[in-house]
């Protein structure tokens, strides 16, 4: 499953960085999306315009892909 790939990762700084490259997301983002798909729960909080709700939608679209 994706999640495990990213969870027991050793190098999360390659993915974050690929994350940047293929995606619109900035490094925060990056970091909480990784941090947000290795934990069963997880708060993603910040000022207005941060770009919460877009993490949330990739959350949700990485989450409804099928990877085995």
């Not at 999306?33 to 993603?44: H, K, P, Q, T, W």
């Amino acid at each position: 499953m994706l999640y495990g790939r990213i969870c027991w990762s050793a190098n999360h700084k390659t993915i974050i960085q690929n994350l940047k490259e293929l995606s619109r997301l900035d490094d925060s983002q990056a970091h909480s999306l990784v941090y947000s798909l290795c934990r069963e729960i997880a708060l993603i909080e910040g000022p207005p315009g941060t770009g919460k709700t877009f993490v949330g939608v990739e959350l949700m679209r990485i989450s409804s892909l099928r990877i085995y």
